[in-house]
């Protein structure tokens, strides 16, 4: 009698839909930078593939909680390299299950703060320094990070980064500042208003939309006199929002904006 062994039931598959699809490439494309576990995300597309779009909130929510238990555990038994690399997944299913979620309800933003403090857990596990920021404007307070690589002593380059729309300050950190920071770079992850109203409890009461410029010289200005920056290469890399109108991004000192004129500065739109 001859006996058939079968060596996985995960098919290598995506979806039909087309924003499914995309999602999920998504999520797969983070695992470069620490985001993701390749082999959960495909597990994960199996359990949802029959509901859709309906499924998915709480499929990655339920995968983000296991893997901030397994994070949990890690960490309690002193295994510091392998809690952080759990909690950034954690960070970043939660990010994904806020995408689907209904957008302006307690959901939504319980699943934000949740990316948020999963992140800043893995933080806490690993070896860069980093800061924090909550930055005002206009009675709003925006949040950011600053990070700092292991071993820097004295002015180095620094990457000022913003994502788009959809995008968040924990994601960023896989897209951008992850490698940044392999690289001996520092690096400021900063959120436009119409980001971070995603993750308001009453997203209402944000004023929108506000000046481009604006916002950003709120979120440099705390930055910009820092040691660490000074005589340094600076680069600004920015993604939909700002360059939705397809205008130049504007750098006159009357926005605060003035450390971009500087010939070691450099803007980068995508």
């Known amino acids: 009698m001859s006996e058939k062994t079968l060596r996985s039931s995960t098919r290598v598959i995506g ?40 499924g998915w909130s709480d499929a990655f929510a339920q995968l983000a909680d296991r893997q901030c238990s397994d994070a949990t555990q890690r960490a309690t038994a002193g295994h510091r390299i392998s809690a952080r690399d759990r909690y950034l997944h954690a960070a970043n299913s939660y990010r994904a299950a806020e995408y689907f979620s209904p957008f302006g309800t307690a959901r939504h933003a319980e699943l934000g703060l949740a990316s948020r403090t999963a992140f800043l857990a893995a933080m806490t596990e690993g070896c860069v320094d980093v800061e924090e920021l909550w930055l005002p404007w206009r009675g709003q307070r925006l949040p950011g990070y600053w990070f700092v690589p292991p071993g820097s002593s004295g002015p180095g380059p620094t990457l000022v980064a913003t994502s788009g729309f959809d995008g968040t300050l924990e994601e960023t950190y896989f897209q951008i500042g992850a490698a940044a920071l392999e690289r001996g770079w520092r690096v400021l992850l900063i959120c436009g208003p119409a980001r971070w109203t995603r ?16 916002w950003l010289a709120g979120s440099t200005w ?20 700002v360059t939705s109108s397809r205008e130049p991004l504007p750098t006159n000192a009357g926005f605060g ?12 739109h995508t």
């Open 222 to 241: 705390h930055w910009a006199d820092r040691s660490s920056t000074r005589n340094g290469s600076h680069y600004l890399v920015s993604a939909s929002v």
């Open 257 to 268: 904006l003035s450390w971009l004129t500087h010939p070691s500065s450099t803007c980068v």
């Open 199 to 214: 993750r308001e409890p009453n997203p209402a009461r944000i004023s929108c939309p506000i000046p481009k410029a604006g």
């Open 15 to 54: 979806f039909d839909d087309p924003e499914l699809d995309f999602q999920l490439l998504r999520q797969l494309g983070s695992a470069a930078y620490g985001g993701a576990s390749v082999g959960e995300c495909l597990a994960v597309a199996g359990q949802i593939r029959g509901t859709g779009a309906r």
